[in-house]
Protein backbone atom coordinates (compact mmCIF):
# COMPACT_ATOMS: atom_id res chain seq x y z
CA UNK A 1 0.00 0.00 0.00
CA UNK A 2 2.91 2.64 0.55
CA UNK A 3 3.70 3.55 -3.41
CA UNK A 4 6.57 5.87 -3.89
CA UNK A 5 4.31 9.06 -4.45
CA UNK A 6 2.45 8.39 -0.83
CA UNK A 7 6.59 7.92 0.81
CA UNK A 8 7.79 10.93 -0.79
CA UNK A 9 4.57 13.12 -0.01
CA UNK A 10 4.50 12.44 3.59
CA UNK A 11 8.53 12.80 3.78
CA UNK A 12 8.60 15.90 1.69
CA UNK A 13 5.53 17.68 3.50
CA UNK A 14 6.78 16.63 7.19
CA UNK A 15 10.34 17.67 6.71
CA UNK A 16 8.93 21.51 5.42
CA UNK A 17 5.95 21.37 7.97
CA UNK A 18 6.36 19.56 11.08
CA UNK A 19 9.88 19.05 11.42
CA UNK A 20 10.42 22.69 11.63
CA UNK A 21 7.62 22.64 14.04
CA UNK A 22 9.35 20.31 16.35
CA UNK A 23 13.02 22.25 15.22
CA UNK A 24 11.65 25.50 16.78
CA UNK A 25 10.74 24.20 20.19
CA UNK A 26 14.17 23.39 20.82
CA UNK A 27 16.72 25.47 18.82
CA UNK A 28 16.04 28.24 21.60
CA UNK A 29 17.69 26.33 24.28
CA UNK A 30 21.04 26.26 23.06
CA UNK A 31 22.07 29.81 22.66
CA UNK A 32 19.89 31.15 25.13
CA UNK A 33 22.96 32.57 26.84
CA UNK A 34 24.26 34.43 23.98
CA UNK A 35 20.98 35.34 22.67
CA UNK A 36 20.83 37.14 26.27
CA UNK A 37 23.88 38.07 26.14
CA UNK A 38 23.20 39.96 22.82
CA UNK A 39 19.81 41.56 24.07
CA UNK A 40 21.88 43.03 26.92
CA UNK A 41 24.71 44.52 24.63
CA UNK A 42 22.13 46.05 22.12
CA UNK A 43 20.18 47.58 24.96
CA UNK A 44 23.41 49.15 26.15
CA UNK A 45 24.37 50.58 23.23
CA UNK A 46 21.12 52.31 22.42
CA UNK A 47 20.47 53.59 25.71
CA UNK A 48 23.77 54.15 27.46
CA UNK A 49 22.96 51.42 30.59
CA UNK A 50 22.79 47.65 30.64
CA UNK A 51 19.14 46.10 31.16
CA UNK A 52 17.88 45.05 34.39
CA UNK A 53 17.45 41.75 35.26
CA UNK A 54 14.04 41.90 35.30
CA UNK A 55 13.25 43.20 31.90
CA UNK A 56 15.95 41.03 30.04
CA UNK A 57 13.80 37.89 31.49
CA UNK A 58 10.62 39.67 30.25
CA UNK A 59 12.43 39.77 26.33
CA UNK A 60 13.62 36.11 26.85
CA UNK A 61 9.67 35.23 27.51
CA UNK A 62 8.57 36.79 25.16
CA UNK A 63 10.86 35.67 22.48
CA UNK A 64 9.96 31.87 23.74
CA UNK A 65 6.44 32.20 24.00
CA UNK A 66 5.67 34.42 21.22
CA UNK A 67 5.99 31.48 18.86
CA UNK A 68 2.77 30.11 20.30
CA UNK A 69 0.78 33.50 19.62
CA UNK A 70 1.66 32.99 15.76
CA UNK A 71 0.75 29.47 16.00
CA UNK A 72 -2.46 30.36 17.38
CA UNK A 73 -3.03 33.08 14.66
CA UNK A 74 -1.74 30.32 12.13
CA UNK A 75 -4.43 27.95 13.10
CA UNK A 76 -6.96 30.78 13.21
CA UNK A 77 -6.22 31.59 8.85
CA UNK A 78 -5.73 28.08 7.82
CA UNK A 79 -9.55 27.21 7.06
CA UNK A 80 -10.09 29.77 4.19
CA UNK A 81 -6.22 28.97 2.68
CA UNK A 82 -6.75 25.15 2.55
CA UNK A 83 -10.24 26.02 1.15
CA UNK A 84 -9.36 28.32 -1.91
CA UNK A 85 -5.46 27.13 -2.14
CA UNK A 86 -5.86 23.32 -1.55
CA UNK A 87 -3.79 21.29 0.95
CA UNK A 88 -0.51 20.75 -1.08
CA UNK A 89 -0.54 24.49 -2.30
CA UNK A 90 -0.87 25.65 1.39
CA UNK A 91 1.79 23.63 2.53
CA UNK A 92 3.99 25.55 -0.45
CA UNK A 93 2.70 28.76 -0.22
CA UNK A 94 3.66 28.25 3.53
CA UNK A 95 7.07 28.39 3.42
CA UNK A 96 7.15 31.87 2.38
CA UNK A 97 6.75 32.46 6.51
CA UNK A 98 9.63 30.07 7.28
CA UNK A 99 11.96 31.77 4.99
CA UNK A 100 10.81 35.33 5.81
CA UNK A 101 11.28 34.55 9.30
CA UNK A 102 14.56 32.32 8.80
CA UNK A 103 15.92 35.92 7.35
CA UNK A 104 14.44 37.89 10.24
CA UNK A 105 15.87 35.68 12.82
CA UNK A 106 19.82 35.00 11.34
CA UNK A 107 20.20 38.51 10.29
CA UNK A 108 19.03 39.90 13.77
CA UNK A 109 22.63 39.58 15.33
CA UNK A 110 24.13 41.52 12.13
CA UNK A 111 21.39 43.86 12.34
CA UNK A 112 21.80 44.78 15.85
CA UNK A 113 18.19 44.02 15.81
CA UNK A 114 16.67 42.31 18.98
CA UNK A 115 12.82 43.13 17.49
CA UNK A 116 13.71 41.09 14.51
CA UNK A 117 14.34 37.55 16.20
CA UNK A 118 11.34 38.04 18.19
CA UNK A 119 9.19 39.40 15.07
CA UNK A 120 10.94 36.11 13.00
CA UNK A 121 9.27 34.15 15.72
CA UNK A 122 5.90 35.14 15.37
CA UNK A 123 6.55 34.68 11.71
CA UNK A 124 7.46 31.09 12.56
CA UNK A 125 5.12 30.62 14.56
CA UNK A 126 2.04 31.26 12.02
CA UNK A 127 4.52 28.67 9.54
CA UNK A 128 3.94 26.00 12.59
CA UNK A 129 0.19 27.14 13.22
CA UNK A 130 -0.40 26.49 9.53
CA UNK A 131 1.32 23.30 8.84
CA UNK A 132 0.30 21.00 12.08
CA UNK A 133 -3.16 21.95 10.40
CA UNK A 134 -2.70 22.03 6.54
CA UNK A 135 -0.21 18.50 6.87
CA UNK A 136 -2.15 16.13 8.86
CA UNK A 137 -5.13 17.20 6.69
CA UNK A 138 -3.40 16.36 3.54
CA UNK A 139 -1.79 13.26 4.52
CA UNK A 140 -5.14 11.55 5.59
CA UNK A 141 -6.89 12.75 2.59
CA UNK A 142 -3.98 10.78 0.48
CA UNK A 143 -3.60 7.62 2.24
CA UNK A 144 -5.65 4.55 1.94
CA UNK A 145 -8.15 3.59 5.30
CA UNK A 146 -5.45 0.39 6.20
CA UNK A 147 -2.15 2.63 6.99
CA UNK A 148 -4.30 5.90 7.41
CA UNK A 149 -2.78 5.68 11.21
CA UNK A 150 1.10 5.23 9.81
CA UNK A 151 0.95 7.63 7.74
CA UNK A 152 -0.48 9.85 10.22
CA UNK A 153 2.07 8.93 12.85
CA UNK A 154 4.70 10.86 10.56
CA UNK A 155 3.39 14.32 11.26
CA UNK A 156 4.68 13.26 15.27
CA UNK A 157 7.80 11.76 14.29
CA UNK A 158 9.48 14.61 12.06
CA UNK A 159 8.36 16.84 14.98
CA UNK A 160 10.88 14.25 17.08
CA UNK A 161 13.12 14.63 14.59
CA UNK A 162 12.82 18.34 14.50
CA UNK A 163 13.41 18.53 18.41
CA UNK A 164 16.49 16.06 17.99
CA UNK A 165 18.00 17.92 15.06
CA UNK A 166 17.86 21.46 17.17
CA UNK A 167 19.74 19.53 19.68
CA UNK A 168 22.63 18.85 17.47
CA UNK A 169 23.06 21.47 15.97
CA UNK A 170 23.16 23.61 19.04
CA UNK A 171 26.06 21.87 20.43
CA UNK A 172 29.08 23.61 21.04
CA UNK A 173 31.49 21.94 18.14
CA UNK A 174 28.66 23.38 15.43
CA UNK A 175 26.70 26.58 16.49
CA UNK A 176 26.41 26.29 19.59
CA UNK A 177 28.87 29.08 20.02
CA UNK A 178 28.21 32.92 20.68
CA UNK A 179 29.64 33.60 17.22
CA UNK A 180 27.25 30.83 14.99
CA UNK A 181 23.66 30.94 16.50
CA UNK A 182 22.40 32.56 14.02
CA UNK A 183 23.11 29.91 11.79
CA UNK A 184 20.42 27.95 14.01
CA UNK A 185 17.95 30.04 12.81
CA UNK A 186 19.19 30.43 8.92
CA UNK A 187 18.87 26.69 8.83
CA UNK A 188 15.45 26.57 8.49
CA UNK A 189 15.68 27.63 5.20
CA UNK A 190 16.98 24.11 3.77
CA UNK A 191 14.07 22.25 4.71
CA UNK A 192 11.54 24.69 3.00
CA UNK A 193 13.81 25.04 -0.02
CA UNK A 194 13.45 21.18 -0.25
CA UNK A 195 9.73 21.04 -0.15
CA UNK A 196 9.42 23.87 -2.47
CA UNK A 197 11.61 21.50 -5.08
CA UNK A 198 9.96 18.61 -4.68
CA UNK A 199 6.26 18.57 -3.45
CA UNK A 200 5.02 20.61 -6.55
CA UNK A 201 5.51 17.48 -8.70
CA UNK A 202 3.32 15.43 -6.61
CA UNK A 203 -0.40 15.52 -6.70
CA UNK A 204 -3.13 17.59 -4.86
CA UNK A 205 -5.35 15.92 -2.36
CA UNK A 206 -7.96 13.66 -4.26
CA UNK A 207 -10.44 13.88 -2.06
CA UNK A 208 -9.91 17.96 -2.15
CA UNK A 209 -10.17 17.76 -6.01
CA UNK A 210 -12.98 15.09 -6.36
CA UNK A 211 -15.46 16.92 -3.23
CA UNK A 212 -14.65 20.25 -3.40
CA UNK A 213 -13.41 21.09 -6.49
CA UNK A 214 -15.59 18.69 -8.35
CA UNK A 215 -12.51 17.75 -11.12
CA UNK A 216 -12.79 13.69 -11.33
CA UNK A 217 -9.83 13.38 -13.90
CA UNK A 218 -7.39 14.90 -11.62
CA UNK A 219 -8.78 12.85 -8.33
CA UNK A 220 -8.28 9.76 -10.03
CA UNK A 221 -5.31 10.41 -11.39
CA UNK A 222 -4.01 11.62 -7.61
CA UNK A 223 -5.31 8.22 -6.44
CA UNK A 224 -3.49 6.25 -9.04
CA UNK A 225 -0.20 8.20 -8.33
CA UNK A 226 -0.96 7.86 -4.61
CA UNK A 227 -2.21 4.39 -4.53
CA UNK A 228 0.03 2.37 -7.44
CA UNK A 229 -2.30 1.23 -9.27
CA UNK A 230 -4.67 1.93 -12.24
CA UNK A 231 -7.60 1.13 -11.33
CA UNK A 232 -9.19 3.33 -8.65
CA UNK A 233 -12.66 3.22 -9.54
CA UNK A 234 -13.55 1.71 -6.06
CA UNK A 235 -11.94 4.42 -4.09
CA UNK A 236 -13.66 7.12 -6.40
CA UNK A 237 -16.65 5.46 -5.67
CA UNK A 238 -16.09 5.35 -1.74
CA UNK A 239 -15.38 9.08 -1.93
CA UNK A 240 -18.63 9.86 -3.74
CA UNK A 241 -20.09 7.39 -1.52
CA UNK A 242 -18.85 9.69 1.41
CA UNK A 243 -20.23 12.62 -0.89
CA UNK A 244 -24.07 11.20 -1.36
CA UNK A 245 -24.02 10.78 2.75
CA UNK A 246 -23.60 14.56 3.60
CA UNK A 247 -25.61 15.65 0.32
CA UNK A 248 -23.78 18.41 0.63
CA UNK A 249 -19.65 19.33 0.20
CA UNK A 250 -19.85 22.91 0.78
CA UNK A 251 -17.30 23.55 3.71
CA UNK A 252 -19.02 23.97 7.13
CA UNK A 253 -17.93 27.24 9.45
CA UNK A 254 -16.62 26.90 13.23
CA UNK A 255 -20.16 27.71 14.57
CA UNK A 256 -22.07 25.45 12.03
CA UNK A 257 -19.49 22.64 13.01
CA UNK A 258 -20.27 23.07 16.84
CA UNK A 259 -24.02 23.64 16.46
CA UNK A 260 -24.31 20.35 14.28
CA UNK A 261 -25.03 17.50 16.73
CA UNK A 262 -23.86 14.36 14.41
CA UNK A 263 -20.22 15.53 15.56
CA UNK A 264 -20.72 17.32 18.73
CA UNK A 265 -18.90 14.18 20.43
CA UNK A 266 -16.53 14.44 17.76
CA UNK A 267 -15.60 18.08 18.67
CA UNK A 268 -15.41 17.26 22.02
CA UNK A 269 -13.11 14.28 22.07
CA UNK A 270 -10.75 16.20 19.39
CA UNK A 271 -10.57 19.22 22.14
CA UNK A 272 -10.04 17.36 25.01
CA UNK A 273 -7.45 14.89 23.47
CA UNK A 274 -5.55 18.20 21.90
CA UNK A 275 -5.94 20.04 25.73
CA UNK A 276 -3.77 17.04 26.93
CA UNK A 277 -1.65 17.10 24.33
CA UNK A 278 -0.11 20.20 25.63
CA UNK A 279 -1.06 20.34 29.25
CA UNK A 280 0.30 17.08 30.19
CA UNK A 281 3.69 18.13 31.31
CA UNK A 282 5.99 16.84 28.54
CA UNK A 283 7.02 20.80 28.56
CA UNK A 284 7.64 20.80 32.14
CA UNK A 285 9.87 17.68 31.60
CA UNK A 286 11.97 19.55 29.37
CA UNK A 287 12.14 22.99 31.83
CA UNK A 288 13.43 20.19 34.50
CA UNK A 289 15.54 18.24 32.30
CA UNK A 290 18.75 19.85 32.84
CA UNK A 291 18.45 20.42 36.33
CA UNK A 292 18.16 17.54 37.26
CA UNK A 293 20.89 15.81 35.21
CA UNK A 294 23.08 18.15 37.37
CA UNK A 295 21.50 16.81 40.36
CA UNK A 296 22.47 13.22 39.27
CA UNK A 297 26.27 14.58 39.08
CA UNK A 298 26.74 14.84 35.41
CA UNK A 299 29.20 17.79 35.16
CA UNK A 300 27.94 21.14 33.18
CA UNK A 301 29.47 20.90 29.73
CA UNK A 302 28.45 16.98 29.12
CA UNK A 303 25.02 17.63 29.81
CA UNK A 304 24.22 19.19 26.54
CA UNK A 305 25.34 15.77 25.33
CA UNK A 306 23.09 13.75 27.26
CA UNK A 307 20.47 15.72 26.81
CA UNK A 308 20.54 14.18 22.92
CA UNK A 309 19.67 10.91 24.86
CA UNK A 310 15.88 12.71 25.83
CA UNK A 311 15.34 13.73 21.55
CA UNK A 312 16.42 10.20 20.28
CA UNK A 313 14.08 8.27 23.15
CA UNK A 314 11.36 10.76 21.37
CA UNK A 315 12.05 10.04 18.07
CA UNK A 316 12.64 6.59 18.57
CA UNK A 317 9.36 6.21 20.29
CA UNK A 318 7.24 8.29 18.05
CA UNK A 319 8.74 5.35 14.99
CA UNK A 320 7.84 2.48 17.25
CA UNK A 321 3.94 4.33 17.22
CA UNK A 322 4.11 4.63 13.72
CA UNK A 323 4.97 1.04 13.20
CA UNK A 324 2.35 -0.37 15.51
CA UNK A 325 -0.41 2.08 15.39
CA UNK A 326 -2.30 -0.32 12.50
CA UNK A 327 -2.15 -3.36 14.54
CA UNK A 328 -2.97 -2.38 18.08
CA UNK A 329 -5.09 0.61 17.34
CA UNK A 330 -5.64 4.46 18.10
CA UNK A 331 -7.19 3.70 21.33
CA UNK A 332 -5.08 0.97 23.12
CA UNK A 333 -1.88 3.49 22.52
CA UNK A 334 -3.32 6.53 23.50
CA UNK A 335 -4.60 5.41 26.93
CA UNK A 336 -1.96 3.39 27.20
CA UNK A 337 0.59 6.21 26.86
CA UNK A 338 -1.32 8.47 29.45
CA UNK A 339 -1.53 5.66 31.89
CA UNK A 340 2.38 5.03 31.89
CA UNK A 341 2.53 9.17 32.23
CA UNK A 342 0.48 9.41 34.83
CA UNK A 343 2.50 5.88 36.95
CA UNK A 344 6.02 7.79 36.03
CA UNK A 345 4.52 11.19 36.81
CA UNK A 346 4.03 9.72 40.39
CA UNK A 347 7.42 8.07 40.71
CA UNK A 348 9.17 11.22 39.62
CA UNK A 349 7.71 13.39 42.32
CA UNK A 350 9.08 10.68 45.11
CA UNK A 351 12.19 10.42 43.44
CA UNK A 352 12.55 14.62 42.88
CA UNK A 353 11.37 14.59 46.87
CA UNK A 354 13.60 12.71 48.47
CA UNK A 355 16.79 12.53 45.57
CA UNK A 356 18.85 13.97 48.49
CA UNK A 357 18.34 11.60 51.20
CA UNK A 358 19.36 8.44 48.35
CA UNK A 359 22.43 9.06 46.09
CA UNK A 360 20.88 6.79 43.49
CA UNK A 361 17.69 8.38 43.03
CA UNK A 362 18.66 11.40 40.85
CA UNK A 363 19.53 8.39 38.44
CA UNK A 364 15.97 7.08 38.34
CA UNK A 365 14.42 10.73 38.43
CA UNK A 366 16.55 10.41 34.68
CA UNK A 367 15.24 7.33 33.62
CA UNK A 368 11.48 8.69 34.84
CA UNK A 369 12.16 11.72 32.39
CA UNK A 370 13.00 9.37 29.52
CA UNK A 371 10.37 7.12 30.53
CA UNK A 372 8.16 10.42 30.08
CA UNK A 373 9.00 11.17 26.90
CA UNK A 374 8.54 8.26 25.58
CA UNK A 375 5.19 7.65 26.85
CA UNK A 376 4.42 10.65 25.96
CA UNK A 377 5.23 9.42 22.05
CA UNK A 378 3.59 6.48 21.83
CA UNK A 379 0.41 7.87 22.04
CA UNK A 380 -0.62 10.95 23.04
CA UNK A 381 2.38 12.75 21.04
CA UNK A 382 1.07 12.50 17.24
CA UNK A 383 -2.45 10.89 17.42
CA UNK A 384 -5.05 13.42 18.31
CA UNK A 385 -3.52 14.84 14.91
CA UNK A 386 -4.54 11.63 13.17
CA UNK A 387 -8.05 11.51 14.92
CA UNK A 388 -8.73 14.87 13.92
CA UNK A 389 -8.21 13.84 10.40
CA UNK A 390 -10.45 10.91 11.21
CA UNK A 391 -13.90 11.70 12.62
CA UNK A 392 -14.80 14.57 10.09
CA UNK A 393 -16.10 14.33 6.62
CA UNK A 394 -14.88 16.50 4.23
CA UNK A 395 -16.69 19.45 4.40
CA UNK A 396 -16.08 19.41 8.44
CA UNK A 397 -12.32 18.67 8.29
CA UNK A 398 -10.61 22.53 7.77
CA UNK A 399 -13.21 23.71 10.32
CA UNK A 400 -12.42 21.10 12.76
CA UNK A 401 -8.88 21.55 12.14
CA UNK A 402 -9.07 25.26 13.13
CA UNK A 403 -10.43 24.25 16.44
CA UNK A 404 -7.93 21.65 17.64
CA UNK A 405 -5.11 24.23 16.01
CA UNK A 406 -6.69 26.75 18.49
CA UNK A 407 -6.86 24.65 20.94
CA UNK A 408 -3.80 23.53 20.57
CA UNK A 409 -1.90 26.97 20.65
CA UNK A 410 -4.09 28.18 23.32
CA UNK A 411 -2.84 25.45 25.76
CA UNK A 412 0.69 25.80 24.65
CA UNK A 413 0.53 29.59 25.46
CA UNK A 414 -0.68 28.25 29.32
CA UNK A 415 1.60 26.71 29.69
CA UNK A 416 4.28 28.86 29.39
CA UNK A 417 2.53 31.20 31.44
CA UNK A 418 1.36 28.93 33.79
CA UNK A 419 3.96 26.70 34.37
CA UNK A 420 6.18 29.15 36.67
CA UNK A 421 3.78 30.54 38.91
CA UNK A 422 2.79 26.33 39.48
CA UNK A 423 6.37 25.22 40.05
CA UNK A 424 6.95 27.82 42.63
CA UNK A 425 4.00 26.87 44.76
CA UNK A 426 4.17 23.21 44.57
CA UNK A 427 8.05 22.69 43.84
CA UNK A 428 8.58 19.39 42.71
CA UNK A 429 4.78 18.40 43.35
CA UNK A 430 3.38 19.86 40.33
CA UNK A 431 4.14 17.19 38.30
CA UNK A 432 1.00 15.08 40.38
CA UNK A 433 -0.67 18.73 38.11
CA UNK A 434 0.12 17.01 35.59
CA UNK A 435 -0.57 13.15 36.65
CA UNK A 436 -4.16 14.33 37.17
CA UNK A 437 -4.80 15.67 33.77
CA UNK A 438 -3.34 12.70 31.99
CA UNK A 439 -5.52 10.48 34.67
CA UNK A 440 -8.49 13.10 33.60
CA UNK A 441 -7.93 12.34 29.53
CA UNK A 442 -7.40 8.69 30.21
CA UNK A 443 -10.54 8.11 31.74
CA UNK A 444 -12.54 10.74 29.41
CA UNK A 445 -10.94 8.15 26.30
CA UNK A 446 -11.78 5.19 27.61
CA UNK A 447 -15.69 5.54 28.23
CA UNK A 448 -16.02 7.74 24.98
CA UNK A 449 -13.11 7.32 22.02
CA UNK A 450 -14.16 4.44 19.86
CA UNK A 451 -11.39 2.56 17.79
CA UNK A 452 -10.89 4.28 13.95
CA UNK A 453 -8.31 1.25 12.93
CA UNK A 454 -9.49 0.62 9.31
CA UNK A 455 -12.84 2.49 9.42
CA UNK A 456 -14.04 4.41 6.67
CA UNK A 457 -14.89 8.30 7.59
CA UNK A 458 -18.17 7.22 7.15
CA UNK A 459 -17.88 3.97 9.76
CA UNK A 460 -16.15 5.90 12.19
CA UNK A 461 -18.96 8.84 11.71
CA UNK A 462 -21.84 6.21 12.62
CA UNK A 463 -19.48 4.68 15.70
CA UNK A 464 -20.29 8.17 17.79
CA UNK A 465 -23.84 8.01 16.16
CA UNK A 466 -25.43 6.83 19.32
CA UNK A 467 -23.62 9.14 21.39
CA UNK A 468 -24.43 11.75 19.45
CA UNK A 469 -28.05 10.42 19.47
CA UNK A 470 -28.45 10.74 16.13
CA UNK A 471 -30.00 7.54 15.69
CA UNK A 472 -31.55 7.38 18.66
CA UNK A 473 -33.64 10.51 17.62
CA UNK A 474 -34.98 8.67 14.69
CA UNK A 475 -36.01 5.61 16.88
CA UNK A 476 -37.71 7.76 19.32
CA UNK A 477 -39.54 9.01 16.06
CA UNK A 478 -40.64 5.44 14.68
CA UNK A 479 -42.88 5.10 19.00
CA UNK A 480 -45.11 8.16 17.51
CA UNK A 481 -46.77 6.96 14.40
CA UNK A 482 -49.68 9.51 14.94
CA UNK A 483 -47.18 12.44 14.14
CA UNK A 484 -45.83 10.44 11.12
CA UNK A 485 -47.69 9.81 7.92
CA UNK A 486 -47.71 5.93 6.69
CA UNK A 487 -45.31 4.75 4.18
CA UNK A 488 -48.12 4.68 1.53
CA UNK A 489 -49.74 8.57 2.12
CA UNK A 490 -45.85 9.56 2.19
CA UNK A 491 -45.55 7.36 -1.73
CA UNK A 492 -48.97 8.92 -2.18
CA UNK A 493 -47.85 12.49 -1.48
CA UNK A 494 -44.52 12.35 -3.03
CA UNK A 495 -45.49 11.07 -6.46
CA UNK A 496 -48.19 14.02 -6.06
CA UNK A 497 -45.44 16.71 -5.44
CA UNK A 498 -44.10 15.46 -8.55
CA UNK A 499 -47.02 15.81 -10.70
CA UNK A 500 -47.41 19.13 -9.42
CA UNK A 501 -43.99 20.29 -10.61
CA UNK A 502 -43.97 21.24 -6.31
CA UNK A 503 -40.48 20.22 -4.48
CA UNK A 504 -40.91 19.03 -0.81
CA UNK A 505 -38.67 17.88 2.08
CA UNK A 506 -39.52 15.01 3.98
CA UNK A 507 -37.93 12.57 6.58
CA UNK A 508 -37.11 9.12 5.12
Known sequence: NWSGSLIVASLTGAFGSSFLYGYNLSVVNAPAVYIKKFYNETWERRYGFSVDESTLTLLWSI?????????????????????????????LLNNVFAVTAALLMSLSLLAGSFEMLILGRIIMGVDAGISLSALPMYLSEISPKEIRGSLGQVTAIFICIGVFTGQVLGLPEIFGQE???????????????????ILPFLPESPRYLLLEKHNTSKAEKAFQRFLGKDDVSHEIEEVLAESRVQRNTKLVSIVQLLRTRAVRWQVITVVVTMGC?????????????????????????????????????????????????????????????????????????????????????????????LAIIASFCIGPGGIPFVLTGEFFQQSQRPAAFMIAGTVNWLSNFAVGLLFPFIQAGLQTYCFLVFAAICFAGATYLFFVLPETKNKTFHEISQAFAKRNKVALEMQEMNHYPGERKSSAEQESNFTSSVDNGETKKGIV
Open 63 to 91: TVSIFAIGGLVGAIIVTPIVKFFGRKCTL
Open 179 to 197: SRWPYLFGAIIVPSLIQVV
Open 277 to 369: YQLCGLNAIWYYTNNIFSEAGIKQDTIPYVTLSTGAVETLAAVFSGLVIERLGRRPLLIGGFGLMIVFFAVLTVSLTLQNTVHWLPYLSIFCI
